[in-house]
């Protein structure tokens, strides 16, 4: 499931197409979603069908929108009956400063359907509404689930390979302090290794460390103590208190727990629940996705944007 909502939008008003997208940017995140705007200023035949080559292999857009009338003196509708002539069945945009009735005609002309005709004048809001309503059908409640793992999952993937490239031997006095203390505190909080269990009677060096921590030898929640050991904000970010911390005991409900769907409210509920006894309706997954968000954002310093 994608994080962001991704746009492919051609017109040739540079100045009008940012401002939709700085409203639709806001009203995304508020949604749990990024935006992604692929956008055409000059368009023509030939970069069509290089797209529509593209978008059959591997189709990443939501929308596509296009302005009636385009630079060099191409129609969108034109546009609109390429894109379904090619098979691209993505919801499209059609919009203009002109009467809609001349764009129906066009859409008719071309027996192109499954567009949204819109005026620009005030084209914000019904276009918000579009987004909204598409959106929305993301937060059912069993595909919620799957991606609150799957994003911990790759949370969680991200840290260990920063953890693992700072345990590295290294001529850098300050980094090789580092990676000692690495290793020092995870056999603290991996009794298998401080006992040499893991590894038989072995020592955990530097290298063994490594490679533990990449394998999942370490549980995350040393992986995430060790950050608290080791990092400048570690308190922060990854203290007991912090984001990490609750949206990781929700990935552990989400994980191990047995569910059951409701008939009465349709929420979804977890057997022995603590974290959210109340169970997950779709309004709470939309808050799940912008806390989740706002958890990458936070940790983005140290692991790069997922």
Not at 68 to 92: C, N, P
Not at 271 to 286: L, N, V
Request: with cysteine; aromatic share 10%; glycine share 6%.
């Amino acid at each position: 499931m994608k994080n962001s909502y991704s746009i492919l939008w051609f017109d040739d008003d540079e100045r009008s197409q940012g401002r939709f997208q700085r409203r639709l940017t806001k009203q995304l995140r508020e949604l749990g979603f990024g935006i992604e705007v692929d956008y055409h200023k000059r368009v023509n035949d030939e970069i069509i069908e290089v797209l529509c080559q593209q978008m059959r292999v591997y189709n990443k857009y939501d929308l596509i929108m296009f302005d009636h009338k385009l630079e060099g003196g191409l129609k969108g509708a034109h546009l609109a009956s390429m894109f379904r002539q090619k098979k691209i069945f993505t919801d499209m945009v059609y919009y203009s400063t002109a009467n809609v009735n001349i764009l129906w005609q066009a859409l008719r002309k071309g027996h192109v359907d499954g567009v949204y005709i819109l005026n620009r004048d005030g084209m914000d809001t019904d276009l918000i509404r579009i987004v909204e309503a598409q959106v929305a059908r993301v937060f059912d409640v069993n595909n919620m689930r799957g991606y609150a793992l799957q994003y911990m999952s790759t949370l969680e993937g991200r840290l260990r390979t920063v953890l693992a490239e700072l345990v590295e031997t290294s001529a850098d006095s300050e980094a090789q302090a580092t990676a000692e203390k690495i290793v020092e505190t995870i056999k603290k909080l991996e009794s298998d290794f401080a006992l040499g269990k893991t590894h038989g009677a072995v020592k955990l060096n530097i290298a063994r460390c490594k490679r533990a921590i990449l394998k999942g030898d370490v549980i995350f929640d040393a992986v995430r103590k060790t950050f608290k050991e080791v990092h400048p904000q570690g308190e922060k970010l990854f203290g007991d208190d912090s984001n990490l911390y609750k949206l990781q005991r929700v990935r552990n409900v989400f994980a191990h727990r047995q569910h059951n769907i409701s008939e009465d409210d349709h929420k979804l509920y977890f057997d022995r629940d603590t974290t959210h006894p109340e169970g997950y309706s779709a309004d709470d997954f939309r808050k799940l996705r912008v806390q989740l968000m706002a958890l990458s954002e936070e940790l983005e310093p140290v692991i790069g944007r997922l």
